[in-house]
DNA sequence: ATGGCAGTTCCTAACTGA
């Protein structure tokens, strides 16, 4: 099975380029997205669905939104935290859309825009810091209440080591890259979760984001921030992970490009 | 770096992103 995720920056300006990629991409069986930028009931699905896709999305208007494209159909859909964790907990957090998960071959998907927390020591970095500590609940329950085999992946907005950036100098005063947010990530990790990309690429220069300005990509100015993280099982199946460079290469792209994991 | 790019909406200015 091949799991991708893929940040578009809003699908309906990608639209014709997630088509695209998926006829190129046909042994895809699910394509995670992120930043759709739409409520559900304008987004775009008929193209989708005629490409035979099962539609799984959780939008808002202007910004984030996540969705799950899938080849078969999946079980056991979950917008947001508190359908795992409990309203208490997820109130502050759900009304951003950013988490949605499934199953599929007894694999649970999920699927994350996790905040860009803006600048350090913000209130959207603090945002950001304690969407994590619900994000390691969620992922916890989770596994306790059915210990499947976990791909939590998406858009993290966090560059867990220096080699995952282009130029790491100084970076430790950057949002994405900061100690507390790395300290973050990896306390949710502590529950069992490895960064399968490192299991087949340990060298650096390897990126799945590159900014807009000052042509960040013609220069290969990016960091590596879209992940799949996966329990140790499928961790230990897994065949590859890839950046597919070729999409941010078009015109009018996103500013991020796929990750493909197969297992 | 008041920078710069791109997307969105309360749409030609202001915001958010990373």
């Known amino acids: 099975m091949k799991v991708a995720t893929w940040n578009v920056n809003s699908i309906r300006t990608r639209q014709e ?12 069986d699910v394509l995670c997205l992120q930043e759709t930028k739409v409520v559900d009931k304008d987004f775009p699905k008929t193209p989708f669905e005629e490409l035979n896709y099962h539609l799984y999305i959780s939008g ?71 969407w994590f500590q619900v994000l390691r609940a969620y992922l916890a329950k989770l596994l306790e209440r059915s210990p499947s085999d976990l791909c939590v992946c998406g858009d993290f907005n966090v560059a867990l080591e220096d080699k995952d950036i282009y130029n790491p100098k100084g970076k430790e005063k950057h949002v994405m890259a900061s100690p507390a947010e790395r300290e973050a990530l990896k306390d949710v990790l502590t529950i069992g979760l490895k960064d399968v990309f490192r299991k087949f690429n340990p060298e650096g220069g390897h990126y799945s984001w590159w900014d807009y300005r000052h042509s960040g990509f013609a220069k290969n100015r990016g960091w590596r921030i879209d992940h799949h993280y996966l329990t140790p099982e499928l961790f230990d199946r897994a065949l590859s992970c890839q950046i597919d460079l070729e999409p941010r290469k078009l015109e009018r792209p996103s500013d991020h490009t796929p990750v493909i994991v197969e297992f």
């Open 17 to 28: 380029q997630v088509i695209g990629w998926l006829k190129n991409n046909p042994t895809v």
């Open 60 to 130: 808002q208007k202007a910004y984030n939104g996540v969705a799950i494209f899938s080849r078969k159909p999946m079980e056991e859909i979950n917008i947001g935290f508190a359908p795992i964790v409990g309203n208490d907990l997820a109130a502050d957090f759900d009304a951003q859309k950013r988490v949605i998960s499934g199953t599929i071959d007894n694999i649970r998907i999920v699927n994350l825009y996790v905040p860009n927390g803006s600048a350090i020591g913000s209130d959207k970095y603090e945002y950001k810091l304690k």
